[in-house]
């Protein structure tokens, strides 16, 4: 399968949609690098926990009453039942559902219900000692984002994004509040129907932005991007055109995030290995973490920070914006002509994104697909990501 048509560039195509490839990139990947679990603020109070899958491991990160950040892997050292699901609060200890297992906030097991009767292996110790307390996993915080690593003995975090953190924008995520334009829909959540790759290469694809974004990115100015690698992740930054910049204060849709000098104003994009971007502008700070669920099925879960002002200010600076002037001249437009329903017509960029790696993903199984050529500048990071994964796997196999 190595010959050329059946090439993504670095990656073979199968690699975008065989089981075989979901599978090695979820144990030599996800299983073997930090990831995104959340927000410092979802486990605020001790007791507060949170979920996530971490390739093949479900890692929960929980607040002690000591107030410090645990993780473990999340299952009963019984039969290896789920202990906890998705995002709680204020818990007092950790009990199994199904034979009412109890661990405490820092993982040890205090409590088995009929312990004299039904183990009396286990009766002359005391619970703690019995070697039966939950698997610790490491938890790290990076600009105001949960990381969680299933190995206890991870790696510094720093080690591992310390070299990206200078191109990242200069917003202090901590300080900023969490955008909910719906209570019932806290999150922007997407399943897309493609790799997770094509997501990201898409994402870090800068030849693309002048072109399927041209009634929608105009406020950004393309060719002054900056881009390039640092260690395994990706890192991107462009400036305001000169015309949206000096309408600024009226055009943002949010109220602007202050502590931003004019001239680092802009949008910085990177995407941190393997599986979470950054979308760093004037106004907002967003995640938007890949999560891959199938070969062909990604979900996108997208968080977004503002500026913690009143809902009034909002209200004016949203009202400012809709009558700005720049917007007449520079956006938003759909690609094509025709009904907002059509992701093309939409004039929503996202929609954009999504419609090209869907119709990307379909092309994949045509026994005519190939990839033509390759932008020297503009496509470079695609097959560099690729070089990535493909060495992360190899590496991560040969260790095993
Ligand atoms: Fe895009």
């Known amino acids: 399968m190595n010959n050329q048509k059946n090439m993504m560039h670095t990656l073979p195509v199968e690699a975008y949609t065989s089981k075989k490839w ?12 930090w990831q995104f679990a959340g927000l410092i603020e979802d486990v605020e109070n001790a007791g507060d926990y949170i ?37 709680g609060k204020g818990q007092k200890a950790i009990t199994c559902p199904y034979h009412d297992w109890t661990y405490d906030l820092e993982g040890k097991l205090v409590s088995i219900p009929k312990k004299e009767e039904e183990f009396p292996d286990l009766c002359n110790k005391e619970l703690h000692e019995c070697g039966l307390n939950l698997h610790e996993a490491s938890v790290d915080i990076f600009k105001g984002m949960l990381f969680v690593h299933p190995d206890k003995n991870a790696p510094n975090i720093m080690t591992f994004f310390g070299e990206v953190e200078p191109y990242l924008g200069p917003h202090i995520p901590e300080e900023l509040i969490e955008y909910q334009k719906n209570k019932d829909e806290p999150f922007y959540a997407k399943e897309i129907n493609a790799n997770w790759k094509i997501v990201v290469e898409n994402y870090i694809d800068q030849y693309h932005l002048a072109h399927l974004h041209e009634g929608t990115l105009n406020m950004y100015d393309h060719a002054k991007a900056e881009f390039g690698w640092a260690g395994p992740h990706y890192h991107f930054y462009e400036p305001l055109v000169p015309e949206y910049l000096a309408d600024i204060k009226n055009a943002s849709p949010f109220p602007l995030i202050d502590k931003m000098p004019e001239n680092k104003m802009g949008a910085y994009v990177p995407w941190l290995f393997p599986n979470i971007g950054i979308t760093e502008s004037e106004s907002a700070w967003n995640t938007f973490h890949a999560i891959p669920l199938a070969p062909d099925r990604t979900l996108v879960v997208i968080r977004s920070k503002t500026m913690n002002v009143s809902e009034w200010e909002y209200t004016k ?6 009558t700005s002037k720049v917007w007449k001249t520079i956006g938003n437009k759909g690609k094509y002509e025709g009904d907002a329903s059509d992701p093309m017509a939409s004039g929503d960029f996202m929609a954009e994104d999504v419609y090209a790696c869907e119709q990307q993903q379909k092309s994949l199984s045509s026994p005519f697909f190939s990839v033509g050529a390759q932008a020297q500048k503009g496509e470079f990071a695609v097959s560099k990501f690729q070089s990535v994964v493909k060495e992360w796997i190899e590496k991560h196999r040969n260790d095993a």
């Open 22 to 33: 979901f599978d090695l990139e979820q144990e030599h990947i996800f299983s073997k690098t």
């Open 51 to 87: 979920s996530v899958q971490a390739g093949l491991n479900n890692i929960f990160v929980v607040k002690g009453r000591d107030n410090r950040l645990r993780a473990f892997h999340n299952m009963c050292r019984h039969r290896g039942t789920q202990l906890l699901r998705a995002v």
């Open 317 to 322: 600076q949203y009202t400012k914006s809709m």
